[in-house]
């Protein structure tokens, strides 16, 4: 395939990495255990996101280097904007 689909791959799995992330910290908000919820959401994602990498590159015609680095943008884009929305709700 061409490295447009790669791409477009990358940013929906990177999309996919941000929602589930807004979905776990809405989920521990407001209990008492916020940090072990967080981390642990933080570990299971991160164990997916890297299955589901090693699937597409493996067994999807993309381009692996477009195709990761593309899902690694969008995974820095959502843990910087998880890291200012987390700081501006504590303050």
Same mark, same amino acid.
């Given at each position: ?34 940090? &072990? ?23 999807? &015609?993309?381009? &692996? ?10 995974? /820095?884009?959502?843990? /910087? ?11």
């Amino acid at each position: 395939m061409n490295s447009a689909w790669s791409i477009g791959a990358g940013v929906l799995l990177g999309l996919s990495y941000i929602v589930a992330n807004i979905i776990v910290v809405k989920i521990a908000e407001n209990r008492s255990k916020f940090v &072990p919820i967080v981390l642990g959401g933080m570990l299971l994602r991160m164990l997916v996101a890297l299955i589901l990498l090693i699937i597409v590159i493996q067994f999807f &015609p993309v381009v &692996p280097q477009a195709f990761s680095g593309v899902f690694l943008l969008m995974v /820095f884009l959502g843990i /910087f904007s998880e890291i200012l929305w987390l700081t501006r709700r504590n303050c």
